[in-house]
């Protein structure tokens, strides 16, 4: 078959990072959108919600967005949905637990109204302007997951989201092999795939694995059994609930987006928990111990969730226990290893006894290894492949996984967010690049917040703040009081006690004298001497007034 035009791919979250996943494919002027993801931000991002992508190219080109598709329901693929929408407001394809899922991230947001959703299913195809895509079930860790097949004029585009090849899943569902090798028959220009576990070799162990972990956990746990999980794991809060039916526990939800995520699950049939086994939370807290497993978020030990406020001692509506065993059951997202590891001295140091994944495997990987990253691409034999959903190393790993498989190292395109690829005459081609950075959302406000701000907040945060007020006669410029100065997180009361006084002196020193021209002068003049005494740089502000 000839092909005709030029599909433009435009990765634009995702490829570079871990978290926020979205691509978007441009056909003739008209552009379908894959995934809306968020991304967790990182410690050093002080005070930040979340990251989303940067999609200044659809915001400009929003009345050219024919369609929204999202391939399940997991945080860095629907989690910036709300926002996108906000934008472009363009129809949203998604099956029906993914669905769900939306409209419980919309109905939190208040974003209800702006979005006209369509159910689609694993194993059908709809026509959204030029694209035809067809959908095909993938096995990941939440169920009603698909990839995509994206026909244009231009030649067939194989997008494999998250996936792994599991022989036993939660929902007895495996991956649509027969669709793989029929995209392979009909031949695929290009194949996008998840390198999350590109530098791992062998295979993703079953979530079979996970049932006899459980067991063993909910047999030797003394008291309550507190699951930390992400509230978009719906095949994991299967197998807890499976695990506590056996062992005669009830099971308890804690925080709202684990209540709400689980509600419509179950209605939409993709939970199967039994009445008699979930309770609310306050019965659950006034049950006996050991007739308790109590669910929960914060299984990255993020401060604000119930497991960190647990650990330190701050969650409202309950306590820890000393014989609670906590199980966290979720990989660390690359960056939060030292946050989980802090939250599991706490929760140690608290009396909890703790379980996480390197002393049991109460969790293994959504995502596929090695080996089952070559058996995609063997089953597909793309011309071309694009490895997304990675940090550059994985990236770049899996790029060399093709070129071993046979794929023509020419033909095998490692980028990043941003840098735009054209597939056109059976070629692929870089196209031009385009905004591909960081959104910060930070409370109500999204995008004020820049990495000039968030330098300084991570000046305050390491160095503290010196607070200088100064008031001079406007005739003579002589100093009207003594300086008034306050100084926070920056040295001890006692050792800011001490150096006060020279402070003080010096900048009378410089006022009076005629030393100085502006504030900048009295600022340099006790940067300098505080860093003499203490090798440390606070921000310094000074307030002048003149009367
Ligand atoms: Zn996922
Ligand atoms: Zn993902």
């Known amino acids: 078959m000839g092909k005709n035009g030029k599909l433009k791919i435009i990765p634009l979250g995702g490829l570079g990072e871990v978290g926020k996943n979205m691509t978007a494919y441009e056909f003739q002027n008209q552009i379908l959108v894959v995934d809306a993801g ?27 967005v024919v369609g929204i598709v999202i391939t399940h329901g997991h945080e860095d693929h629907i989690g910036a949905i709300h926002h996108l929408l906000d934008d472009v407001a363009a129809p949203v394809y998604a099956t029906r637990l993914t669905r769900g899922l939306i409209e419980v991230k919309l109905a939190r947001n208040n974003a209800t109204s702006k979005a006209q959703l369509n159910t689609v299913e694993a194993g059908g195809s709809v026509e959204i302007g030029p694209f035809k895509v067809e959908f095909f079930h993938i096995c990941h860790s939440i169920p009603d997951a698909v990839g995509l097949g994206i026909t244009t004029p231009a030649g067939l585009v194989v ?50 694995v996970i049932g006899p972990a459980l067991d063993k956990v909910f047999t030797d746990a003394p008291g309550r059994v507190i699951v930390a999980t992400f509230a978009s794991l719906i095949s994991r809060i299967q197998q807890v609930a499976d695990a506590a039916a056996k062992h005669g526990r009830k099971m308890a939800l804690a925080g709202s987006s684990m209540v709400d995520n689980v509600k419509i699950a179950r209605k939409l049939g993709y939970l199967n928990i039994r009445d008699d086994v979930l309770v609310p939370l306050e019965q659950a807290l006034q049950m006996q111990n050991h007739k308790v497993v109590l669910m929960c978020t914060g299984s990255q030990g993020e401060p604000s969730s119930i497991v960190g406020r647990l650990s330190a001692g701050t969650n409202r509506q309950f306590d820890l226990k000393p014989d609670d065993t906590v199980v966290l059951s ?64 994985q990236l770049k ?24 690829v054209e597939l056109s005459g059976g070629r692929i081609r870089m196209g031009d690049r385009i905004p591909g950075g960081y959104v910060f959302v930070d409370g109500q406000s999204i995008g004020d917040v820049d990495y000039d701000i968030m330098r300084e907040r991570g000046k305050l945060a390491r160095n503290g703040i010196f607070l200088i007020d100064i008031s001079v006669d406007k005739l ?58 203490t090798k440390r740089r606070p921000m310094v502000l000074v307030t002048l007034s003149k009367a």
């Open 397 to 420: 790993r899996h790029g060399m996984l093709a070129v071993e498989l046979g794929i023509p190292e020419e033909n095998v395109i490692v980028v990043e967010n941003g840098q735009t």
């Open 159 to 208: 997008h494999m989201s998250d996936f792994k090849f599991d022989h036993t899943p939660v929902d007895g569902w495996p991956t649509d092999y027969a669709k793989l090798a029929e995209f392979s028959k009909r031949g695929v220009d290009l194949l996008l795939s998840d390198s999350t576990n590109a530098e791992r070799p062998g295979w993703t162990p079953s979530e079979m």
């Open 330 to 393: 979720s990989h660390p997202i690359p960056g939060n290893e030292e946050t989980i590891s802090k939250t599991i001295n706490r929760l140690l140091r608290r009396g909890a006894n703790v379980i996480y994944d390197a002393l049991a495997p109460v969790h293994v990987s959504g995502h596929a290894s090695q080996e089952e990253q070559k058996l995609l691409i063997n089953m597909v034999k793309p011309t071309h492949f694009m490895p997304i959903h990675g940090e550059l190393r």
């Open 476 to 533: 003579d410029g002589r100093l009207l009081h003594d300086p008034e100065i306050i100084t926070r997180g920056f040295v001890s009361p006692e050792d800011a006690e001490e150096m006060i006084p020279e402070v003080r002196r010096r900048i009378m020193e410089a006022v009076n004298g005629g030393g100085w021209d502006n504030e900048k002068d009295i600022v340099n003049t006790v940067k300098s001497y505080l860093y003499e005494e």
């Open 38 to 64: 968020i991304m967790f931000p990182k410690n050093d991002m002080l005070g930040i919600d979340y990251i989303i992508p940067d999609y200044e190219y659809l915001r400009q080109k929003a009345d050219k």
